[in-house]
């Protein structure tokens, strides 16, 4: 398990803890407001998780703590006003402001790395809002990537890539679809913290497959949504 996984696996335990206590104090007779366990909250922790784990840099985690807070305050201060019907809208902005911080950090990124990874195609990086992505990947040197799906879907074709050792695909899915189509020679490792979602491996049995010979992790967070891995 990789690093990164196992603060996904511990920011997930703390929670579950929180909730437990939370939980055991109510029955115990502890006043707690209603809204504790609504799921106004459980989005805002999800996003928190998200955006701990991913230093914030995924729409995923502002897209799920806005949509949780601005149903949260309406519950929790009885706002005099239809806020459904400004959530729409508002939450088309905010993704619309999220794809532009996101894309301003990417580019800084991308100038910082620009002599090893100008259009050699070794990295993903994906992001699907409220749309549909088709990727294929021819590089040899594969260097893995992220993945981000939030109300929208992506397919990624590794079937023509190569690498050597191990890599990494972190996977955000929120109320979307991810589908990884790989070689039957790749050891596939699934590290994955699905919540209220699934993490289906769908492929035949692989042939001649070497122990860390070229082993490809696939981490990350699943939310209401699928993540399909597939080979043929």
């Known amino acids: ?3 990164q996984s ?3 696996s511990v920011y997930t335990g703390v929670v579950i803890l929180i909730i437990g206590i939370i939980w055991l104090l109510r029955r115990m007779g502890l006043y707690l407001p209603y809204w504790v366990f609504s799921w106004e909250t459980l989005l805002i922790v999800i996003g928190l998780i998200i955006g701990i784990d991913n230093k914030f840099r995924n729409p995923a985690s502002y897209i799920l703590i806005a949509i949780g807070s601005v149903f949260l305050i309406d519950d929790v201060f009885n706002i005099n006003f239809n806020i459904f019907h400004y959530f729409w809208p508002l939450l088309v902005i905010g993704v619309g402001l999220t794809i532009i911080f996101q894309s301003r950090f990417r580019g800084s990124r991308l100038r910082s790395n620009f002599s090893s990874n100008m259009n050699t195609g070794e990295q993903l990086d994906i992001t699907s809002v409220f ?3 088709k990727r294929n990947v021819d590089s040899k040197s ?3 990537g992220e993945v981000v799906t939030v109300f929208g879907g992506a397919e990624v074709n590794l079937m023509n890539a190569d ?3 191990m ?4 996977s955000t899915v929120v109320f979307g679809g991810l589908k990884l189509i790989v070689p039957k020679n790749w050891e596939v490792r699934t590290e994955v913290t ?9 492929r035949q049995s692989a042939v001649n497959v070497l122990p860390d010979d070229k082993v490809l992790v696939v ?3 699943v939310l209401f949504g699928g993540l399909d891995i597939v080979n043929y």
Do not use: E, H, L
């Open 131 to 133: 749309n549909g992505i």
């Open 194 to 202: 699905s919540i209220f979602g699934g993490v289906d491996d769908k």
């Open 163 to 165: 690498f050597d050792g």
């Open 142 to 144: 594969f260097k893995g």
């Open 167 to 170: 890599i990494n695909i972190d």
């Open 219 to 221: 981490s990350g967070t």
């Open 1 to 3: 398990m990789t690093a």
């Open 6 to 8: 196992k603060n996904k």
